[in-house]
């Protein structure tokens, strides 16, 4: 398993990072808490609902590693649901994932419980991660506790989002306010079950003892000074539940039709599936339930064998899915390498479309987004379209993207002076991409001491303590900058690592279903 998943676990982003083949210093094993500092984590924006989004942190890739050997041989750290029977998700560290088998497994728990149940309130705690109090954690080893604030500039008070280190002790955290939930209810004779999965808890009851289970919530929450998100009180029924859930069964019946469709006659065969995801798309309610219900057929067996090369495409099919790439850019990821095959997709109309959307996403405040439309305008070789774009990558503080770019050489003389005048520590992953592909790199050592040397290493007034901590972040960039690694995976590498996610899944549905499934 690579350290990509453990350092960006779910969030498809991770297929542009090439943490896997970082070097670490031959003595990496021998570092001590005193040889590290406080960093501070790059913020990578994500979509999260309509206009709003996320902040991903990802931490300071040596601090990570260091914590990560510290805490692998905790408890369970590779499946935290061992911890509670009440956690709904199974982690699978060689997908990056959680696993589709207990997804579908608790879905249909979740009906049976809504037969024998009024109503499944569903409860969010608010801001979470950001909340967790790092000293109420309990930490196998004294002073553990550092290994994780030092990836989030010696903060007490949250937890970085994205990252598993962080997955694992919020779930960790969630156990003694599960219990002490159960024991409330228990207490007043409340029937009810529920289970969570990080700040969402799902209590089965009924509709009488619904606000006596909202009291009960609010009140252990309160313990752990945590709140309930005020709006985020959802209550399903069995059929409000199975419209939601629609989408599983939407884009299966898509594949089985699909498939009966299929014939060996290129003149005949239709792709049928591109406006029948429009159409059933339409049939749900929430744009987020929409836009996982694309990624998921895009990221099926089915599409992932599918031969592009066996089918007729008609206009309507090339602008079905133009709109599809549209509202869910993510589903680029996991197309781009078959369509781009195909010769409407190296037309002049699909340059058109890719620059217009290319450039509105750079308005917007969503980094992957940005990186997927990235992605395909790089694949098809549309450089002009990167290239009239400069102005507006470097105002996206994208670092991801900016990183992509000064490997391109894309940025002209006076942009990269720009970018040279941003020292400040935040800006680390994109200065350690500008100095491997500039002249910076030619003065490795003031280069590294300028623009990646942690802030807190510099502050240190103690100098022997300072050059103690200073010396295992030289050696770590001056290691990887004078091997030329990149932080960021080469463009043509990522339709490989996407295959092999796919052939992952695949795997894991043969092992659970004892059959390969669509």
Same mark, same amino acid.
């Given at each position: 398993?690579?350290?990509?998943?453990?350092?960006?676990?779910?969030?498809?982003?991770?297929?542009?990072?090439?943490?896997?083949?970082?070097?670490?210093?031959?003595?990496?094993?021998?570092?001590?808490?005193?040889?590290?500092?406080?960093?501070?984590?790059?913020?990578?924006?994500?979509?999260?609902?309509?206009?709003?989004?996320?902040?991903?942190?990802?931490?300071?890739?040596?601090?990570?590693?260091?914590?990560?050997?510290?805490?692998?041989?905790?408890?369970?750290?590779?499946?935290?649901?061992?911890?509670?029977?009440?956690?709904?998700?199974?982690?699978?560290?060689?997908?990056?994932?959680?696993?589709?088998?207990?997804?579908? &497994?608790?879905?249909?728990?979740?009906?049976?419980?809504?037969?024998? #149940?009024?109503?499944?309130?569903?409860?969010?705690?608010?801001?979470?991660?950001?909340?967790?109090?790092?000293?109420?954690?309990?930490?196998?080893?004294?002073?553990?506790?550092?290994?994780?604030?030092?990836?989030?500039?010696?903060?007490?008070?949250?937890?970085?989002?994205?990252?598993?280190?962080?997955?694992?002790?919020?779930?960790?955290?969630?156990?003694?306010?599960?219990?002490?939930?159960?024991?409330?209810?228990?207490?007043?004779?409340?029937?009810?079950?529920? =289970?969570?999965?990080?700040?969402?808890?799902? $209590?089965?009851?009924?509709?009488?003892?619904?606000?006596?289970?909202?009291?009960?919530?609010?009140?252990?929450?309160?313990?752990?000074?945590?709140?309930?998100?005020?709006?985020?009180?959802?209550?399903?029924?069995?059929?409000?539940?199975?419209?939601?859930?629609?989408?599983?069964? @939407?884009?299966?019946?898509?594949?089985? &039709?699909?498939?009966?469709?299929?014939?060996?006659?290129?003149?005949?065969?239709?792709?049928?599936?591109?406006?029948?995801?429009?159409?059933?798309?339409?049939?749900?309610?929430?744009?987020?339930?929409?836009?996982?219900?694309?990624?998921?057929?895009?990221?099926?067996?089915?599409?992932? &064998?599918?031969?592009?090369?066996? #089918?007729?495409?008609?206009?309507?099919?090339?602008?079905?899915?133009?709109?599809?790439?549209?509202?869910?850019?993510?589903?680029?990821?996991?197309?781009?390498?078959?369509?781009?095959?195909?010769?409407?997709?190296?037309?002049?109309?699909?340059?058109?479309?890719?620059?217009?959307?290319?450039?509105?996403?750079?308005?917007? =405040?969503?980094?992957?987004?940005?990186?997927? @439309? #990235?992605?395909?305008?790089?694949?098809?070789?549309?450089?002009?379209?990167?290239?009239?774009?400069?102005?507006?990558?470097?105002?996206?503080?994208?670092?991801?993207?900016?990183?992509?770019?000064?490997?391109?050489?894309?940025?002209?003389?006076?942009?990269?002076?720009?970018?040279?005048?941003?020292?400040?520590?935040? @800006?680390? $992953?994109?200065?350690?991409?500008?100095?491997?592909?500039?002249?910076?790199?030619?003065?490795?050592?003031?280069?590294?001491?300028?623009?990646?040397?942690?802030?807190?290493?510099?502050?240190?007034?103690?100098?022997?303590?300072?050059?103690?901590?200073?010396?295992?972040?030289?050696?770590?960039?001056?290691?990887?900058?004078?091997?030329?690694?990149?932080?960021?995976?080469?463009?043509?590498?990522?339709?490989?690592?996407?295959?092999?996610?796919? &052939?992952?899944?695949?795997?894991?549905?043969?092992?659970? $279903?004892?059959?390969?499934?669509?």
């Amino acid at each position: 398993m690579g350290l990509n998943t453990y350092y960006n676990f779910k969030n498809p982003v991770r297929h542009f990072l090439n943490i896997d083949n970082v070097l670490f210093q031959p003595d990496i094993n021998q570092l001590e808490l005193e040889d590290i500092s406080w960093t501070e984590p790059l913020n990578f924006r994500l979509w999260k609902n309509d206009d709003k989004y996320r902040v991903l942190k990802m931490p300071n890739i040596l601090n990570f590693y260091c914590a990560l050997k510290q805490f692998q041989n905790y408890a369970s750290f590779n499946d935290p649901s061992k911890f509670d029977s009440r956690k709904r998700l199974v982690p699978n560290i060689e997908t990056g994932d959680f696993a589709t088998g207990v997804y579908d &497994e608790q879905l249909e728990k979740d009906f049976f419980l809504l037969s024998v #149940y009024d109503n499944l309130l569903k409860l969010d705690i608010k801001s979470y991660y950001e909340r967790i109090y790092t000293h109420n954690i309990v930490f196998e080893n004294n002073g553990d506790e550092r290994y994780l604030t030092n990836l989030n500039q010696g903060n007490t008070n949250g937890l970085l989002m994205g990252n598993y280190l962080s997955l694992y002790f919020a779930e960790l955290f969630l156990v003694s306010i599960s219990v002490e939930i159960r024991e409330s209810l228990d207490k007043e004779n409340i029937k009810c079950d529920f =289970s969570y999965f990080s700040d969402d808890f799902y $209590f089965f009851c009924n509709t009488t003892d619904n606000v006596k289970v909202i009291n009960i919530f609010d009140k252990v929450l309160e313990k752990y000074n945590l709140e309930r998100k005020d709006e985020g009180i959802e209550i399903w029924t069995y059929l409000s539940y199975n419209k939601q859930n629609l989408a599983e069964r @939407y884009w299966k019946s898509i594949i089985s &039709e699909s498939k009966i469709r299929f014939t060996e006659d290129k003149n005949e065969n239709k792709m049928y599936f591109s406006n029948q995801l429009v159409y059933r798309m339409s049939n749900l309610e929430r744009v987020k339930f929409q836009r996982t219900f694309l990624h998921t057929f895009f990221k099926s067996t089915f599409f992932h &064998e599918l031969k592009m090369s066996k #089918y007729q495409i008609d206009y309507y099919n090339f602008h079905n899915l133009c709109f599809i790439f549209q509202f869910a850019p993510e589903t680029l990821l996991y197309s781009i390498g078959k369509v781009k095959s195909v010769d409407i997709f190296k037309s002049e109309d699909f340059n058109v479309f890719l620059s217009s959307r290319y450039k509105v996403s750079l308005t917007k =405040s969503f980094h992957e987004e940005q990186l997927y @439309y #990235y992605y395909a305008i790089k694949s098809l070789g549309f450089r002009s379209i990167l290239k009239e774009n400069t102005d507006l990558v470097l105002e996206t503080n994208n670092q991801l993207l900016i990183s992509y770019y000064l490997k391109d050489s894309l940025f002209n003389k006076k942009q990269i002076n720009e970018l040279k005048d941003k020292k400040e520590e935040k @800006y680390w $992953f994109q200065n350690y991409h500008l100095i491997l592909y500039t002249e910076l790199k030619n003065d490795l050592e003031n280069s590294i001491d300028k623009y990646l040397i942690p802030y807190n290493v510099k502050a240190i007034k103690k100098q022997g303590a300072r050059n103690r901590k200073r010396k295992s972040y030289m050696d770590f960039y001056s290691l990887n900058l004078s091997n030329k690694i990149s932080f960021i995976k080469d463009i043509r590498k990522i339709h490989s690592t996407v295959n092999k996610y796919r &052939e992952l899944l695949v795997d894991e549905r043969i092992e659970v $279903f004892g059959e390969e499934i669509n």
